[in-house]
C-alpha cells in the first residue's frame, strides 16, 4: 500500500449530484484517488456505488459536481475518452468476445493509436503488420504477467469463470493506465480466488505496476479491508466515512449502516 497523503490527487470527484427520474442516487458526493493508492468504495445494495462507478466512467453524468484528472477539469467525460486519459475499467459482467481468443480479447484493449492496425485487420482494412506485432506482444506480455498466458488461443467460454475475469483485467491493463477502475472484480470468485486476487491487487499499485492508482467498488468486505489503503463508505447516495481500513471498521455509522459482524477484527 503505497497512498502519499501530501501528493496530487490523480483523480478527483467533488459535490457529485446524480438524480434518476427524481430519486437522488447520489448527494454532494466528493472523494479523490491518490498517486499509487488502492481507493476503496462500499456500501450496501442501493447505496449508490454502481452509480458512483458509471460517473467515474463517464457512463452517467451527474447533474452537479465536478471531475478532475491529474487537475485538469473533465466536462464531458464519456467511456471513449478514458485511453486518451490513461485510465482503464473492468465491468461486472466481464464484457469479452466469446468468438474471439483470449488473445485478441486483450489485444483489443490497447490505447486507441496502437490498436489502430489490429481493428482495420478485423474490418479487413489495410493495417500496418508492424503496429499488429506490437500490439500483440504487449497483450502477449499482460497475459503472462497474470498468469495466464497458456490460455491465449483459447475461447472465453471453454475456460473457469475465475481465469475469465484475468482475461478482462488483463484488457483493462494492457494500454498500461495509470488509473484503473475495478467494478465488483471479487464477484463469483471461491475464496481461494479472492486471495488471489487480493494479491494480484497489492501488486498493481505497489509492484511491478507500481505507477497505477486503483478506484475499486467492490462489497466483499475481507478483500476491501484487506488492500485498500482508504476506503469511503456511501449509504442513501452520501458518504457517510472515509478513512483508513481501521478507521472505517471502528466508525459507529459504518457499523450501524453496513459491516456489523461482518469484518473480522485483526491484529
Do not use: W
Not at 198 to 219: D, K, M, P
Amino acid at each position: 500500500m503505497t497512498a502519499n497523503s501530501a501528493c496530487e490527487p490523480v483523480f478527483d470527484m467533488k459535490s457529485i449530484d446524480v438524480t434518476f427520474g427524481g430519486i437522488v442516487a447520489l448527494s454532494d458526493v466528493s472523494l479523490d484517488v491518490r498517486p499509487g493508492e488502492v481507493l476503496g468504495v462500499i456500501g450496501p445494495n442501493g447505496a449508490g456505488k454502481t452509480t458512483l462507478f458509471n460517473v467515474a466512467c463517464g457512463l452517467v453524468r451527474p447533474q452537479a459536481g465536478t471531475i478532475t484528472r491529474n487537475g485538469r477539469p473533465l466536462t464531458r467525460l464519456t467511456p471513449h475518452h478514458l485511453p486518451g486519459l490513461g485510465m482503464s475499467r473492468t465491468l461486472q459482467g466481464l464484457g469479452l468476445f466469446d468468438r474471439m481468443t483470449v488473445l485478441d480479447n486483450v489485444m483489443i484493449g490497447a490505447d486507441r493509436t496502437a490498436h489502430a492496425g489490429f481493428l482495420s485487420g478485423i474490418l479487413g482494412l489495410p493495417r500496418s503488420s508492424r503496429d499488429d506485432a506490437a500490439v500483440r506482444a504487449t497483450a502477449m506480455s499482460t497475459l503472462e504477467e497474470l498468469r495466464i498466458d497458456s490460455y491465449a488461443h483459447r475461447f472465453p467460454p471453454s475456460l473457469p469463470y475465475a481465469v475469465r475475469k484475468r482475461v478482462a483485467l488483463a484488457r483493462a491493463l494492457v494500454s498500461a493506465p495509470s488509473l484503473l477502475l475495478l467494478d465488483e472484480p471479487a464477484s463469483g470468485l471461491s475464496s481461494d480466488e479472492m486471495d488471489e486476487l487480493a494479491t494480484l491487487i497489492r501488486s498493481l499499485a505497489g509492484g511491478e505496476f507500481a505507477s497505477t492508482s486503483i478506484l475499486l467498488v467492490e462489497h466483499h468486505m475481507d478483500l476491501v479491508m484487506s488492500v485498500c489503503d482508504r476506503i469511503f463508505v456511501l449509504d442513501f447516495g452520501k458518504v457517510i466515512a472515509q478513512g483508513t481500513p481501521e478507521d472505517v471498521r471502528e466508525d459507529p455509522a459504518v457499523l450501524a449502516a453496513y459491516l456489523g459482524n461482518e469484518v473480522t477484527h485483526e491484529n
